[in-house]
Nanobody, 123 residues
């Protein structure tokens, strides 16, 4: 049974930082791509970042230079370091695992999802 468990969300002031973690179990972590998505109230889920099993990364334009995705294949964990946070970054953040070799920005490319963690950025 595959489980993805996010942690690290919370309330932070604009300009602050948070680091999200996503611990995976029930799969061969080194063989999956790991993505981060977010969903704000009333909006569709949107792509934030991905780190493929090759460790190649890709980011949404609105987080480039502020967010960094990384993975630890020993701890079976993917991280999202978020700096210079803005109120518009407020959302529930989800991690997702993809069995595709080159997953990218579409939620349909991901096979497993975590339950999400709330990030709230105050102005």
């Amino acid at each position: 049974q595959v489980q993805l468990v996010e942690s690290g969300g919370g309330l932070v002031q604009a300009g602050g930082s948070l680091r999200l973690s996503c611990a995976a179990s029930g799969l061969t972590f080194s063989r999956v791509g790991m993505g981060w998505f977010r969903q704000a109230p009333g909006k569709e889920r949107e792509f934030v970042a991905v780190i493929r099993r090759s460790t190649v990364t890709n980011y949404a334009d609105f987080v480039k230079g502020r967010f960094t995705v990384s993975r630890d294949n020993v701890r079976n964990t993917v991280y999202l370091q978020m700096n210079s946070l803005k109120p518009e970054d407020t959302a529930v953040y989800y991690c997702a695992a993809s069995l595709m070799v080159v997953p990218n920005t579409s939620p349909h490319e991901y096979d497993y999802w975590g339950q999400g963690t709330q990030v709230t950025v105050s102005s």
